[in-house]
């Protein structure tokens, strides 16, 4: 067979059937991403040659943009977890479409928020301690532990797509490995479920036991914060929404369409029910806060707010802004369809999410909590930024060479026919 020489040079290693750009143009593309990862590469060498004392953290803010990022895409990355549940565990096949992707950004999401710990850690030699000499007192403990086991379930996921590749699968040892991974996913999917549940449910569990800082300070629901299920359910209503933004770029980035519209309103349509369930809960515990924690704390709702950065407005863009609004849009099919507003209500609903682990977090630890104490401010520096933008370049050169190489997308070549 003669060989086709318009084809890139890489085309043996493509997806059955699909078509990739040339070579030069996806190494031009793959340099401007190595050229920022480079960036924050030397930001993140700086922080663990000297320590956090680079950064803008200090003793007040132990907590900054690291960690809002780390819960923020925690958050985000749930759409691996929740999709796999309803692909794998009830069967909603339509799903099958777009679960790979949502491995993948998963996958993505739970190792860079792994990275930024190494990086918060502030001693990585110490950075084991976690596991070895673990505080079982901690919540923080089975936070680690899940991360960690999740992660391990996210990679394993990961490797059947890896060896579906299309010269690797040629192999009939490697075939059969794949196909008995496959055959598994079931199980991981509801391992998977689990931990994550648990771990996104711990994050916010820590607030019940905060009575020193009122601003997030939070009742119980048997023996458990009610902020436990918040967490659940903030993440269940954006990481659906997330995925398919994430989708729609590569969609934009590449001509061609990856997933089909309705694939997208579904997720949408999930998305928008758990988001309109979490809102619920969400402006009862916002009440019940105003009205009975900051009273008995001693505090009133306008003392827990200061100037424009910890300013009112950013409860009222979570609650109505960045969550009602977008639950209403998403749950209605008639604006959910339009395309317009569904996008605006996914960027609106992960924003909302964003907001809501910033505020839980940096202006949590500058309200001031002693007579003597003043709002403090807190500016994330470069390195921050730098060792932030270098987990974005990791995604976005991982998300890349998968797609390029991999069947991310089985139905594409039936798509863009």
């Not at 990739?20 to 930001?43: D, E, H, P, Q, T």
């Not at 690797?168 to 199980?187: D, G, S, T």
Request: hydrophobic share 55%.
């Amino acid at each position: 067979m003669d060989k086709n020489y318009d084809l890139p040079i890489d085309a043996a290693l493509f997806p059955e059937g699909c078509t990739r750009c040339s070579l030069s143009k996806f190494l031009v593309w793959i340099a401007a991403v190595m050229a920022v990862f480079g960036w924050g590469l030397y930001a993140a060498y700086r922080v663990l040659a000297e320590g956090l004392g680079v950064t803008g953290l200090d003793d007040y803010f132990g907590f900054g943009l690291w960690i809002t990022f780390d819960l923020a895409v925690i958050a985000l990355g749930a759409g691996a977890f929740f999709t796999g549940l309803l692909r794998y565990i009830l069967n909603i096949d339509p799903l099958k479409n777009i679960i790979n992707l949502t491995v993948i950004v998963g996958f993505l999401c739970y190792s860079g928020a792994m990275l930024v710990l190494v990086l918060d850690v502030g001693q990585p030699l110490r950075a084991w301690f976690g596991y070895w000499h673990a505080n079982v007192h901690s919540m923080l403990t089975e936070v680690i532990f899940c991360i960690t086991c999740y992660l391990l379930v996210l990679i394993i996921e990961y490797v059947p797509l890896i060896l579906e590749q299309k010269q690797l699968n040629r192999n009939k040892l490697v075939h059969a490995i794949a196909h008995n991974f496959h055959l598994m996913m079931p199980l991981f999917a509801g391992i998977g479920a689990f931990l994550s549940t648990f771990h996104q449910g711990s994050l916010g569990g820590m607030y019940g036991v905060l009575f020193a800082r009122p601003y997030i300070a939070r009742d119980g629901f048997f023996i458990w914060p009610w902020t436990f299920f918040l967490y659940v359910l903030s993440a269940v209503g954006s990481g659906p929404v997330f995925t398919v933004l994430v989708c729609t770029i590569m969609e934009k980035m590449t001509g061609k369409q990856l997933v089909s519209w309705e694939i997208k309103s579904l997720m949408g349509k999930i998305a928008g029910t758990m988001l309109s369930v979490y809102m619920v809960f969400k402006l009862a515990d916002t009440w019940a806060w105003a009205n009975d924690i900051l009273p008995r704390s001693g505090l009133t709702f306008d003392q827990v707010f200061y100037g424009w950065i910890y300013g009112k407005w950013l409860l009222w863009a979570e609650l109505f802004a960045c969550g009602v609004l977008p639950a209403i849009i998403l749950i209605v099919p008639s604006t959910r369809n339009n395309r317009a507003l569904f996008y605006t209500a996914a960027i609106l609903d992960c924003i909302g999410v964003t907001i809501n682990r910033y505020v839980m977090t940096v202006q949590a630890l500058a309200a001031p909590v002693m007579p003597f104490d003043s709002w403090e401010t807190y500016a994330p520096n470069w390195a921050e930024w730098g060792a932030s933008a270098m987990i974005m370049a990791y995604a976005a050169l991982v998300l890349s060479l998968s797609y390029r190489y991999l069947p991310v997308f089985p139905q594409e070549v039936k798509l863009n026919k």
